[in-house]
């Protein structure tokens, strides 16, 4: 079974742009979260798409936005970046919510 | 706010030497999970614990979770260089995933 990708890896910004991540969650898995990785707060929770639909949502500005589509694959968009919105940003896709399995993220950078 | 602390936050310790790591929360979890993430990677789900008391091993590492739902536990013994990295335990309420803030721990040859 493929794992979680997401891409791009790799992302350069400027402060004020928006962006827009991808991720594929493991064939089956129809929960797909987001988080948050920076070396300050540690790992954060975003939101949780279960069958297109918003199932739980962290703490984050309105900024921070997400849609999940009928097969499962989700995005996220930060819209009008700030520097602290640099991070590395994880997609985790689950069957249960005992057993969430990571993608290799997507390292953000905001300049 | 729900919170997981971790302790302790960095470990360098030799090859060949035992370690514990620690989690603790003043919250009650439905279940516990343990991951460890390597630079440049995403956590990799090392084991899940759902009963209070419970304990699992996964060859020389050793979980456990507290009676109360609140703490847990991991435990590596004779450490080796490849089980250098960041732990994480996250702990699930409400269906909601609380992550700890890590222990990176870094085991010298």
């Known amino acids: 079974k493929a794992g979680v990708t997401q891409t791009p890896r790799y992302l350069i910004k400027t402060r004020g742009q928006q962006v827009t991540l991808s991720c594929s969650p493991i064939?089956?898995?129809?929960?797909v979260s987001w988080y948050q990785q920076t070396p300050g707060q540690g790992l954060q929770f975003l939101f949780e798409?279960?069958?297109?639909?918003?199932?739980n949502k962290g703490n984050f500005p309105g900024r921070f936005s997400g849609r999940q589509f009928s097969n499962s694959r989700s995005e996220m968009n930060v819209s009008t970046l700030e520097l602290g919105d640099s991070a590395l940003y994880l997609c985790?896709?689950?069957?249960?919510?005992?057993?969430?399995?990571f993608g290799p993220g997507t390292r953000l950078t905001v300049l | 706010t729900q919170l997981l602390e971790q302790s302790p936050q960095f470990l360098s310790i030799q090859e060949g030497e035992n370690l514990t790591v620690y989690c603790n929360s003043s919250?009650?979890?439905?279940?516990l999970q343990w991951y460890r993430q390597e630079p440049g990677e995403g956590p990799v789900l090392l084991v899940t614990?759902?009963?209070?008391?419970e304990v699992k091993k996964l060859k020389r590492l050793t979980f456990q979770f507290g009676d109360a739902r609140k703490d847990s536990s991991l435990h590596i013994t004779a450490a080796q260089p490849g089980d250098t990295g960041l732990y994480l335990c996250?702990?699930?309420?409400?269906?909601?995933?609380?992550f700890g803030s890590g222990t990176r721990l870094s085991i010298r040859p």
């Open positions: 985790a896709s689950s069957f249960t919510i005992n057993e969430q399995f």
């Open positions: 064939s089956g898995h129809r929960s």
């Open positions: 798409y279960f069958s297109e639909t918003q199932r």
């Open positions: 919250s009650v979890f439905s279940s």
């Open positions: 614990v759902v009963t209070g008391g």
């Open positions: 996250a702990g699930n309420s409400a269906s909601k995933i609380i």
